[in-house]
């Protein structure tokens, strides 16, 4: 199983862009979908995540801005990002937790927020 995270780009500040992270095969019983991202120089930090119920959690620089949505049929997590700023740049990893020491991650998608 292998998880493909697309959707990064090259946007100006206050744009927007859409990520997207989806399962090559089949996982069951995925128990939380996240995005976490990693600036230049700076440990991966915590962006957001949505339970399986549907409780979505976000990161206070990113609340407002950011909306995470799955699509369970489609093993499919999204993450709409909004009014973007510089500080937002950095590659965008997507994770599907399973259970305690069993979780899987995406390879990463760039992304730039310059003028």
């Known amino acids: 199983v292998q998880l493909q995270a697309s959707g990064g780009g090259l946007v100006q500040p206050g744009g927007s862009l859409r990520l997207s992270c989806a399962a090559s095969?089949?996982?069951?019983?995925?128990?939380?979908m996240g995005w976490y991202r990693q600036a230049p120089g700076k440990q991966r930090e915590f962006v957001s995540s949505?339970?399986?119920?549907?409780?979505?959690i976000y990161a206070d620089s990113v609340k407002g801005r950011f909306t995470i949505s799955k699509d369970n049929a489609k093993m499919t997590v999204y993450l709409q990002m909004n009014s973007l700023k510089p500080e937002d740049t950095a590659v965008y990893y997507c994770?599907?937790?399973?259970?305690?020491?069993?979780?899987?991650w995406g390879q990463g998608t760039q992304v730039t927020v310059s003028s």
């Open positions: 949505i339970i399986s119920g549907g409780t979505t």
């Open positions: 994770n599907f937790y399973l259970r305690p020491g069993y979780d899987y």
């Open positions: 095969g089949s996982i069951f019983s995925i128990k939380v």
